[in-house]
């Protein structure tokens, strides 16, 4: 059996079994910001997740709402930070910031931006499937 052919059939096997394994290097898209970062997606079981890179000077309101197209940014994160620095704040005014090795929930309505000369990437959880989604 070739080399190919096992593999398709393995690919097979294992999601008929109910586990979905990807590799985040290998996405099934790249959404690319209007600048200054990207998103990679793969679906897992129905699920998106997102590995996003923001580079220094990223902005939400700059780089992602010409793409979404609202006021503010309207999809909700489960982030995991890998590296980098950003900042989040909340249209009632609540504000923080995440940085390597932080888990955060952020709800609709926020606008993010990164700090300082090192690129963020993160990890989303939160099944934002249309995050930077050009329609």
């Known amino acids: ?70 006021d503010s940014c309207q999809a909700p994160h489960l982030l995991y930070m890998l590296s980098g620095r950003m900042k989040i704040v909340m249209e009632d005014g609540t504000e923080g910031e995440i940085g390597p090795g932080d888990a955060a929930h952020i709800a609709p309505g926020h606008d993010a931006w990164t700090v300082g000369d090192e690129a963020c990437v993160a990890v989303d959880f939160g099944g934002s499937s249309n995050y930077a989604k050009r329609q």
């Open 1 to 70: 059996m070739s080399e190919w052919l096992l593999g398709h059939l393995l690919k097979l096997e294992v999601e008929m079994a109910g586990l979905d394994i990807k590799k985040m290097d290998t996405p099934d898209e790249t959404r690319e910001f209007i600048d200054k970062g990207h998103a990679d997606v793969v679906d897992l079981g129905g699920t998106t997740v997102l590995m996003g890179t923001f580079e220094p000077g990223w902005k939400w309101s700059e780089h992602v709402k010409p793409i979404a197209q609202t």
